[in-house]
């Protein structure tokens, strides 16, 4: 009886290896043994994605311009005499221009008082909003604009996304027509990495889209204190000799609590400089 179940196993291992090796008869064209594409379908695919992503984008300049990925981001520093109007007002801004605050952070210094804001605007209304918080101020410590044209990554990641979704079907396709359960594990191995690469495209996809669709825009507004700075330097000279006379105490506060190592060290460094000396004394001795 032992003697079948072992042959009975021994067939079944020799079965699935040879499923395995039919199962490559299976994968359709442009795929090789590994499942993975080989590279010259690889290129077959960039090169018709390229075709037609120009198609897509026009021969004219202004479907060209019209196509651009652009992320904007800008950012902005100035003074104001109310820092509670000043937030209240930017609030009111970014609220009737369809945008929304991601944070908001109070500082306060002995010599000035600082708000920060982090705002997400739709790009259509980016400029609208820098040119309406620009009203009424005097000048900008730091204004700064920028714009990161990210139309090519765009373009791959579609391209990459378009390509691997295809190759997922098709193993999908011939997962329908597995027979073993040594095809099926090994086709849905390969069907979940493609799909952990899509959802990591999609995802990066996804980011850029809303980078593009709403611009962000940095704004730090302050508020100088009468007498701050002067009074900033002479509090920092009080507490310069506050903090000197501190340390000063606790270092002997230090010796107190340390004192039985410290009675313990002069101890040993006695017996040792002793013990060197009378070494000392015997070399002249016999040296005489």
Known sequence: MKNTIIVLVLIGFTASCGSIESNYSLLPKGLDASGYMSSETEEEYKRADNRKSVDYEGTSAEGKLADQKIVKEGRLTFQTNDLIQTNARIDSLVR????????????????????????????ANFEKLINSISVGVDHFDNKEISAEDVTEEFIDLEARTKTKKETEQRYREILKEAKTVAEILEIEEQISNLRSDIESLEGRLKYLIHSVDYSTLHVTVYKEIKGGPKQQYSNQFVMGFKKGWDGFVLFFIALTYGWPFLIIGVIVFWVIRRKIRSKRAKKTVVAK
């Open 96 to 123: 009737s221009l369809d945008g929304f605050c991601t944070s908001e952070t109070e500082v306060h210094y002995s010599y000035q008082d600082q708000l920060n804001l982090t705002i997400r605007i739709p790009v």
